[in-house]
Antibody
């Protein structure tokens, strides 16, 4: 059974940093592109970042470029999102997500990040 | 970036109704379109990929159609568990992945 379990969310002050982790199991992690998608309270879905299976290709949404860094450790079946210079508008549930053939077929349960003073 | 516009933003329906949701892309995306269902407090769930392919385990009352710029998600006979918010998403022009604004299906 495919499982994606996020951790690392919490309350942080504006300008602060946070590192999210996603532990993957039930599939060959090193074979898949992985993504972070977020959802602000009461709002729609927003793609944040993507990393290819071997970390050769990395992409970011314009809204987080230069502040967030995605990475992965295939030996540990783990995905990460380092978030710096956090803003109030980064407040959201962050989902770890597996992408295949253009669609996200598995999502984690999400971790809430709240940026507030 | 390609913009995805869903309509309607909400729809009131009853059990047994046929419900159709539309998604329009700001430029052609071939068949690179997916549909998701999301219930409150839960992660989205993939229903349809490649515009019309049913994800494994998804009931056959869900169907998708379209190509190019205009797409539809149809629920042939609405069930109580189908009351949720539905999102479309394009992957033809990546990055970014872009989602529609959502359609809430309610009683």
């Amino acid at each position: 059974e495919v499982q994606l379990v996020e951790s690392g969310g919490g309350l942080v002050k504006p300008g602060g940093s946070l590192r999210l982790s996603c532990a993957a199991s039930g599939f060959t992690f090193s074979s898949y592109s992985m993504n972070w998608v977020r959802q602000a309270p009461g709002k729609g879905l927003e793609w944040v970042s993507s990393i290819s299976s071997s970390s050769s290709y990395i992409y970011y949404a314009d809204s987080v470029k230069g502040r967030f860094t995605i990475s992965r450790d295939n030996a540990k079946n783990s995905l990460y999102l380092q978030m710096n210079s956090l803003r109030a508008e980064d407040t959201a549930v962050y989902y770890c997500a597996r992408k295949i053939m253009g669609a996200i077929d598995y999502w984690g349960q999400g971790t809430l990040v709240t940026v507030s003073s | 970036d390609i913009q995805m516009t869903q309509s309607p933003s909400s729809v009131s329906a009853s059990v047994g109704d046929r419900v159709t949701i539309t998604c329009r892309a700001s430029q052609g995306i071939s068949s690179w379109l997916a549909w998701y269902q999301q219930k409150p407090g839960k992660a989205p769930k993939l229903l349809i990929y490649a515009a019309s392919s049913l994800q494994s385990g998804v009931p056959s009352r869900f169907s998708g159609s379209g190509s190019g710029t205009d797409f539809t998600l149809t629920i042939s006979s609405l069930q109580p568990e189908d009351f949720a918010t539905y999102y479309c998403q394009q992957a033809n022009s990546f990055p970014p992945l872009t989602f529609g604004g959502g359609t809430k299906v309610e009683i």
